[in-house]
Nanobody, 114 residues
């Protein structure tokens, strides 16, 4: 059974940067469009960015120009580089396929606060 392990979160000041990583226990990234999601307290989980099998990328408007998604299929890893962070980016961040077809990992907490 494939499992995701997210890491790289933390506490950062507004305007700061973080790089999140998500490693899968199996070799799945080459077969799927992968996405990063986030969930803030009291909110539903939402898709933030996704990358397809040809490395085409897409972003929600609220992170466009600030976040960059990338993948390394050989390492079974997908990344999310987050720059110019805002307090409203505070959330637990998760990776999954574009259709969220695999069990969720534990996520990594990102807190943006001064």
């Amino acid at each position: 059974q494939v499992q995701f392990v997210e890491s790289g979160g933390g506490l950062v000041q507004p305007g700061g940067s973080l790089r999140l990583s998500c490693v899968a226990s199996g070799s799945i990234f080459g077969r799927y469009t992968m996405g990063w999601y986030r969930q803030a307290p009291g909110n539903q989980r939402e898709l933030v960015a996704w990358i397809d099998k040809k490395d085409g990328t897409n972003y929600r408007d609220f992170v466009k120009g600030r976040f960059t998604i990338s993948r390394d299929n050989a390492k079974n890893t997908v990344y999310l580089q987050m720059n110019s962070l805002k307090p409203e980016d505070t959330a637990a961040y998760y990776c999954n396929t574009f259709t969220a077809s695999i069990q969720w990992g534990q996520g990594t907490q990102v807190t943006v606060s001064s």
